[in-house]
């Protein structure tokens, strides 16, 4: 009996004898990160040469690359950025708008025009064989266009028949003012105002003289500037009486009808005939003219 329990305590009394070790087995230290992970220099020396024995020179993006990170795999070489040049502006922006500066034209160079000698000497025969009575005068050169090459003073457009005041104006005027005055005005204040007797003046308001049309401070030369026009202001009679040149489109009267009819006969001699009709300039006389237009164009209203 006792030799059993001895058996069975000698386990236990071993066991406890034996205990533990002070100090029990360490893990191993692993080898820090800057001992495995070897710098990019070693790295790119360790890599295989290619079969010349040089190692390839990196691209500067390629070396900045392996730096920044060296775990990174180098990749296709960079291109440089094109170089961005500035769109070239349009003409003239960025300046300050300067107009150029326009050639003022010159005004044109009014000159008087010559007068055809034979046309002139041929005139001259028909207004003394219709009876008016004039007198040649001195070429008239007043500056600006304004004159006559070969001007005449009108005092008789028919016999019996004064122009008051009398007028200088070309020989042209002269003559058309004669024939018109014969045969559309004489007939028509024989049937019109036979009453009152022969005609004896024709009143006239403006023959030469330098200036506009119009009166006007700007614009072209009038024809009475070239001695081609006359202004008719009215017709005075034997008796005395006188038909004035006043607006007569609605003038029922003889005296209407008869200056309705020396205004539209007008145009068969002159090429521009202006009456009270046309504008105010003209609601106290009749203009007449001869000036030169192209195709034989004349101007009547």
């Given at each position: 009996?006792?030799?059993?329990?001895?058996?069975?305590?000698?386990?236990?009394?071993?066991?406890?004898?034996?205990?533990?070790?002070?100090?029990?087995?360490?893990?191993?230290?692993?080898?820090?990160?800057?001992?495995?992970?070897?710098?990019?220099?070693?790295?790119?020396?360790?890599?295989?040469?290619?079969?010349?024995?040089e190692a390839p020179v990196p691209t500067p993006s390629q070396a900045e690359t392996s730096v920044a990170n060296p775990e990174a795999k180098p990749g296709p070489e960079a291109k440089p950025e094109a170089e961005v040049k500035p769109e070239p502006k349009p003409e003239g922006e960025g300046k300050p708008d300067v107009k150029p500066e326009t050639e003022a034209k010159p005004e044109p160079v009014l000159t008087i025009k010559p007068e055809d000698g034979k046309e002139y000497i041929a005139c001259l025969a028909d207004l003394k064989a219709i009876g008016a009575i004039f007198k040649e005068e001195t070429r008239i050169d007043d500056g600006n266009g304004c004159g006559i090459d070969k001007p005449l003073t009108l005092?008789?457009?028919?016999?019996?028949?004064?122009?008051?005041?009398?007028?200088?104006?070309?020989?042209?005027?002269?003559?058309?003012?004669?024939?018109?005055?014969?045969?559309?005005?004489?007939?028509?204040?024989?049937?019109?105002?036979?009453?009152?007797?022969?005609?004896?003046?024709?009143?006239?308001?403006?023959?030469?003289?330098?200036?506009?049309?119009?009166?006007?401070?700007?614009?072209?030369?009038?024809?009475?500037?070239?001695?081609?026009?006359?202004?008719?202001?009215?017709?005075?009679?034997?008796?005395?009486?006188?038909?004035?040149?006043?607006?007569?489109?609605?003038?029922?009267?003889?005296?209407?009808?008869?200056?309705?009819?020396v205004t539209a006969t007008g145009c068969l001699y002159f090429e521009t005939v202006l009456d009270p009709g046309s504008d105010e300039a003209h609601e106290h006389h009749l203009h007449f003219d001869v000036i030169e237009r192209k195709g034989g164009y004349r101007y009547c209203r």
């Open positions: 009996m006792p030799l059993r329990f001895l058996a069975s305590l000698l386990p236990i009394i071993l066991l406890l004898g034996a205990g533990l070790p002070a100090e029990g087995p360490l893990p191993e230290k692993k080898p820090e990160a800057s001992e495995t992970v070897k710098p990019a220099e070693e790295k790119t020396k360790e890599q295989t040469l290619p079969s010349g024995g005092s008789t457009v028919l016999p019996g028949i004064a122009l008051k005041p009398e007028g200088k104006m070309r020989c042209e005027t002269a003559l058309e003012l004669a024939r018109w005055t014969k045969d559309a005005v004489l007939p028509a204040a024989k049937v019109a105002l036979e009453s009152e007797g022969d005609l004896t003046t024709i009143n006239q308001a403006s023959s030469y003289i330098c200036r506009l049309r119009n009166n006007a401070k700007t614009g072209k030369i009038s024809e009475h500037a070239r001695g081609n026009a006359i202004d008719i202001a009215s017709f005075t009679f034997k008796n005395g009486k006188s038909i004035e040149i006043q607006p007569r489109d609605e003038d029922s009267t003889l005296a209407g009808a008869f200056q309705r009819a």
